[in-house]
């Protein structure tokens, strides 16, 4: 029996209403927040009862806040000053899709507990498993992990499940997306069946659906947004461009309207290396982000875009979900996603937490009927515009294209590699064949040559074994003794 729950069914709460422990209440107010998003006063109280819940609302309204803090107060009664990790067992596990999105909860919670003795590590692939093993060994009452690694830890039994009394699926719908559904059969089978479980999730489809009611009981289900609803406060338009006016096309939007902080989605790794390159030849501070990168280079990269000494991020869909940037104004769709839904995520990015954003995306008319269905999905006609592009920077464009047009790589490299470049070519080589005239002397002076060096060869074809004993050939001797 699964209970449904309304946005509108409670009014918005403040923090402290809730009943939350001090020291929670103390990082929530050093965070700048002091009123709960819908998603937040309809969750935090049934987790904190011990419900288990089903989770849904568009991204950027706080889910994170909605099962990280009542998870936490749940906690605090085995918060323990103890160095023993027999005093710190895992108590509490959060599973992520992503690398990107488990070291993101993981920042939340680490951030909410800092006046905590409570523990927290977090546990994802592309990065040495030796660090992580040290710190589970340390004893941690939470754990934020993605599927695969906490399977390598649980195989290497670097990790004990047996104490587990909460779950949480982050992300669930991304989680099916990705193939992850065996690997979390065989998570949610080693954990207690006495637990509380809980599922947030950007939307509720059929599947979701069935994989809540294998491992959740009764829950009461939260939903406080229409299904791939796009957030109200961003502005969304649509450009149409050829193709090969789509880099030009995002150049000039990023210098005409000065945006920084922007995050421009593709389809295709190579795509995302190639646009940075020539975004990083303008002068704009750009990194790139998707599947080829380490785990190290990916978490630099949003570093740096965090930081804001990258102001743009290109990225594939590897950073669709989960990322949470303070602030970010803009989101560009250089490519339209081939699944709808992930537009939705995409553009998600930007209007968090109440902010205002825009959405731009570029579409050529082979993109047309992605756009299409992209509006049957939002339910919602995306405005179309017309990008004015300056003569000079077209032209610019069309002089880059040709210039790659005519050569193609041999000429690039030979522009490259100055020493690559063909020489002129000597007239000598185009005379017709002239034979020598043969010298006289010369001819003589070979022969005379030629013959010494047969003769040298005949005596070379001698035994060596007397000369090897210290002797002499017999003609030497003979030669010796009349010269004496």
């Not at 501070?285 to 998707?290: D, G, M, N, R």
């Amino acid at each position: 029996m699964t209970d449904t729950s309304n946005a509108n069914a409670e009014s918005v709460k403040s923090f402290s209403e809730f009943g939350l422990h001090p020291d929670l209440l103390t990082a929530i107010s050093a965070s700048g927040y002091t009123v709960a998003t819908p998603i937040q006063t309809q969750a935090i109280p049934a987790i904190i009862d011990g419900r288990d819940v089903m989770g849904a609302a568009q991204t950027g309204t706080g889910k994170t806040a909605a099962f990280t803090l009542p998870l936490l107060h749940r906690l605090m009664p085995y918060a323990s000053h103890s160095t023993s990790p027999a005093r710190h067992p895992v108590r509490a596990l959060i599973l992520a899709p992503t690398r990107e999105l488990a070291d993101q909860v993981a920042d939340s919670v680490k951030r909410y507990s800092e006046s905590c003795p409570l523990r927290v590590a977090v546990v994802f692939g592309g990065v040495d498993i030796a660090a992580q093993k040290e710190e589970l060994r340390k004893g941690c009452e939470l754990v934020i992990a993605t599927p695969g690694r906490l399977l390598d830890h649980i195989e290497q039994k670097t990790i004990n499940l047996s104490q587990v009394n909460t779950l949480v699926l982050d992300e669930a719908d991304r989680m099916l997306d990705m193939g992850f559904l065996p690997d979390l059969e065989r998570i949610v089978k080693l954990l207690p069946k006495s637990r509380q479980s809980l599922l947030f999730s950007a939307t509720f489809s059929g599947e979701i659906r069935k994989l809540a009611r294998s491992f959740l009981k009764s829950p009461i289900e939260i939903n406080v947004a229409p299904q791939n609803a796009t957030a109200e406060n961003v502005t969304q338009i649509a450009y149409p461009v050829s193709n090969h006016q789509k880099q030009v096309a995002v150049l000039h939007l990023l210098k005409s309207r000065n945006l920084s902080q922007v995050i421009i989605f593709v389809n295709t790794k190579i795509g995302a290396s190639r646009l940075t390159r020539e975004l990083v030849k303008e002068g704009i501070k750009a990194e790139s982000i998707h599947g080829d990168k380490s785990q190290l280079e990916r978490i630099k990269a949003l570093d740096s875009f965090k930081s804001g000494e990258t102001t743009v991020l290109v990225a594939t869909d590897v950073a669709a979900r989960g990322l949470d940037v303070a602030g970010l104004p803009c989101v560009i769709n250089v490519d339209l996603p081939f699944n709808p839904e992930d537009y939705v995520h995409r553009i998600g990015r930007t209007g968090r937490a109440g902010a205002s954003g825009e959405a731009i995306a570029l579409y050529t008319d082979h993109e047309e009927k992605l756009l299409e269905d992209i509006e049957k999905l939002i339910k919602v006609k995306v405005p179309r515009g017309a990008l004015n592009i300056p003569e000079a920077v077209q032209n610019r464009a069309h002089t880059s294209s040709d210039s790659r047009s005519r050569g193609g790589k041999g000429e690039r490299f030979k522009r490259t590699f100055p020493g690559s470049r063909s020489a002129p070519i000597d007239d000598f080589f185009f005379k017709p064949y002239e034979p020598s005239v043969k010298d006289p002397q010369k001819e003589a002076l070979r022969q005379q040559q030629e013959q010494k060096w047969i003769e040298h060869q005949a005596i070379a074809k001698q035994p060596q074994l007397a000369i090897l004993l210290g002797g002499r050939p017999k003609k030497n001797i003979k030669s010796a003794e009349s010269n004496d």
